[in-house]
């Protein structure tokens, strides 16, 4: 079964879309701002390297909810791992930069500068080296507070536009930190862009707080056009006829929207709503917003005259926006999500295989294969990538603290 709304098509991968490919990138990252930067990177085709502490990064250990953080955004990444606290390991990391055209990280400035590493000391020792630094705000009176997903969800409002009044709530994913991580990649680019013609690097910052500011914009910049504070999302103001989630016949719920005068007629016309239609009270949008009130209850009646898989049918072929309302877990029956390049399977050390998404754009009309997509074990690649940098079996004990 193809599921509702399936199309028989053929599907293609684009193999050999790599742009990055030969570029070496030297991630030292924990969480998800960081990582997400470096896969972003790697399915584009550049090496990673993901330098580890001697541990491993407690990332790969949480639990619960944070159980999907290491697996979705380390993918394809090589491991090493370096005892950053000795000279030994500090000695091998340099070695390492000298070798990379981006060094990525997310640790606290003055953590960074006490092991040495400081974008403005390695901007100096590697001039073509593009030092990426994903942190909690840009510089400015907040740069040295300790930042999370959350903590900045609170701060710019998007908490407060998510739940309803006095109840702010965060969003139901870690999409501050992801799209934090993909401003970061993004800034890479160009900053690859700008060293093609100059020859120079870069030395990079990008702001959780900052991106999180971006995508609460809309509702500022409303405020500062109107003077006037958009109400939460729960209790918005409309701006269109439909846009609500119903309950079907079958007891199963779905979105429909209406946000056009056509589409206004044509949801009347497959619900069979001709009384609406024809109201002269409801012939333009501005009267069908305003309307809301009257009119939702009669195409919540009307909804629930016909079962999920009737209304599909009928939205499907007239164009009218619906969605059923699903969990994640529910994706991995999608059709839409399962054509090729929608999904894909990487394993883990232990063997087991998982499930992700590809990045979400085409290229020729094909998804994007990307490059390595496993997830490497604690320090698997150290001896390999640590002796083409010119270290020796005992340079590499010393750096990774097996020596002691």
Known sequence: ?????????????????????????????????????????????????????????????????????????????????????????????HRLLETADVFVENFRDQSLAKMGFAPEVLREKYPRLIVSSLKGFLKGPYENRTAMDEVVQMMTGMAYMTGPTGRPLRIGS??????GGLFGAFAVLAALLERGRDGKGHALRTGLFENCLFLVAQHMVQFDIE???APPMPEREFSWPVYDIFETGDARQVFIGAVTEGQ?????????????????????????????????????????RFTFDELVTKFEDAGIPFSPIHRPAEM????????????????????????????????????????????????????????????????IAAATGAAA
């Open 1 to 93: 079964m193809l599921g509702y709304g399936a199309r028989r098509e053929d599907y293609r991968m684009t193999e050999d879309f790599r742009p990055l490919a030969g570029l070496r990138v030297v991630e030292m990252t924990h969480m998800i701002m960081g990582p997400s930067c470096g896969m972003f990177l790697g399915l584009l085709g550049a090496e990673v390297i993901k330098v580890e502490p001697p541990e491993g990064d407690k990332t790969r250990a949480l639990t619960g909810m944070g159980r999907g953080f290491y697996p979705t955004f380390n993918r394809g990444k090589k491991s090493i791992t370096l005892d950053l606290t000795s000279e030994a390991g500090k000695a091998a990391m």
């Open 174 to 179: 870690s999409a501050n930190d992801i799209m």
């Open 227 to 229: 003077g006037r504070e």
């Open 264 to 304: 206004w007629v044509t949801l009347c016309t497959l619900l069979h709503l001709d009384v609406l239609k024809a109201d002269p009270q409801l012939q333009n949008r501005m009267d069908q917003i305003n309307a809301r009130d009257w009119t939702i209850p009669i195409v919540a009646q009307a909804v629930r």
């Open 332 to 395: 991995y029956d999608d059709p839409h999500v399962l054509r090729p390049g929608g999904l894909i399977s990487s394993r883990l050390p232990e063997g087991t295989v998982f499930r992700a998404p590809g990045l979400p754009f085409e290229v020729d009309g094909g998804a994007v294969a990307g490059g390595a997509v496993d997830i490497a074990a604690i320090g698997a690649d150290t001896r390999a990538v640590l002796t083409e940098a010119g270290l020796s079996e005992a340079e």
